[in-house]
């Protein structure tokens, strides 16, 4: 199987630009919901990222696990968001990687950092410090129930996308559908690329 070089590293780059534009929204987005609120509501926000991190797993899953042939037959009956699913099981390496790593490695990410943030506002409605004893105690038991229950909800959720593959991907299809039909934003294209006289040539 041959490697397009060139086309991996312009995709390389081009989600290394993503991850660093959506990095820097998540955190900016987190710290601000996070800025004056009690340490039990960020306990909800940290969970929120957690949740999220783990539903873009079992989506990416979803897509790997899938196969585009039923989203044909749906297609040809105009079953909305089928189009889409089909793109998305087409491209499933580069959606699944945009869903796992992307999102997922961000989420993990922006779950840490707002973990200590929470953390230490905890601590400090005890009375105590960030050099603290109980600071440290806190943070290596928080940060350990957040690292086990993304891996158990991310081992959890493979096998509900691995078994619901069709159904996820055609879910996802859907709400594409629906964005782009709504608010007119282009995420996927659904378009066949035509077929010109130079590449059945091969020139």
Known sequence: M?????????????????????????????????SGLSWYAGVVIVLA???TGICFDIIGVAATASDEKPFHAMAADKVPG????????????????????????ISGV?????????VLDLVISLGQGEGSFLYSLIS?????LVAALTVAGKAFGKTIAISNATKII??????????ETRFRVKIINTKKKKVTNRNVKGE
């Open 82 to 105: 089928a189009k889409h699913a089909i793109m998305i099981a087409r491209n499933a390496d580069r959606f699944a990687s945009f869903c796992n790593d992307v999102i997922g490695d």
């Open 140 to 144: 290596v038991i928080f940060a350990s």
């Open 170 to 179: 055609h879910y996802v299809g859907r709400l594409l559908y629906f964005f």
């Open 49 to 51: 990222i957690v949740i």
């Open 2 to 34: 041959k490697i397009n070089i060139k086309k991996s590293i312009k995709w390389s780059l081009g989600i290394a630009v993503i991850t660093l534009v959506l990095a820097a929204l998540f955190s900016i987005i987190s710290n601000g919901l996070l």
């Open 110 to 118: 922006v779950s840490g950092t707002a973990s200590a943030v929470v």
